[in-house]
């Protein structure tokens, strides 16, 4: 019995940890911060690949997922999916997070920003 408790315990745990930043975020403040990654992404439902591939359904889905997209082979390899943890830690610092993959982004220092911008790019699903 209590182990059973136990696992359901760590298993509400994991949802929430995962949900953290998207509920800690503000999507329309995240909007401003998604500027930054403009030049490089479209985020709207079809919107097509730049430099970088498009984000639209970003959250939860497998890195590297785009179709079509040039992708670097060390995110071809990274074998996640861009949880809200994952992305936070990966808008962290890009190259400290997935070494050699090619998004020549710098990274946002603020947690605050990054969860605003993860709000915003959640909001972009179906
Ligand atoms: C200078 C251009 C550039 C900017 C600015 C930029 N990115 Fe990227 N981004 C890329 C490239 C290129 C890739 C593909 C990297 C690879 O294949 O190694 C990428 C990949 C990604 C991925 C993984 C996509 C996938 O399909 O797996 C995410 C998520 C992402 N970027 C989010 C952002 C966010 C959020 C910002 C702004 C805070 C941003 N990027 C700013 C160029 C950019």
Redesign the pocket.
Same mark, same amino acid.
């Given at each position: 019995m209590k182990l059973r408790n136990a696992a359901i315990i760590a298993a509400f745990l994991s949802v929430t940890v995962a949900s953290s930043a998207v509920e800690a975020g503000d999507a329309a403040k995240g909007k401003r911060?998604?500027a930054?990654?403009k *030049?490089?992404?479209t985020i709207k439902k079809g919107g097509k690949n730049k @430099? +970088?591939?498009n @984000?639209y359904g970003?959250i939860g889905?497998k *890195?590297? +997922?785009?179709e079509g997209f040039k #992708?670097?082979n060390?995110?071809k390899n990274a074998g996640i999916a861009?949880t809200p943890d994952n @992305?936070d830690k #990966? @808008?962290t610092k890009p190259k400290k997070f997935i070494p050699k993959?090619?998004? *020549?982004?710098p990274g946002?220092r603020k947690k605050q920003q990054r969860d605003d911008?993860i709000a915003f790019?959640a909001t972009f699903h179906e």
């Open positions: 911060v998604y930054k990654c *030049a490089c992404h @430099l +970088g591939p @984000l970003i889905r *890195a590297a +997922g785009v #992708y670097s060390a995110m861009w @992305l #990966y @808008l993959n090619r998004m *020549a982004f946002l911008v790019m």
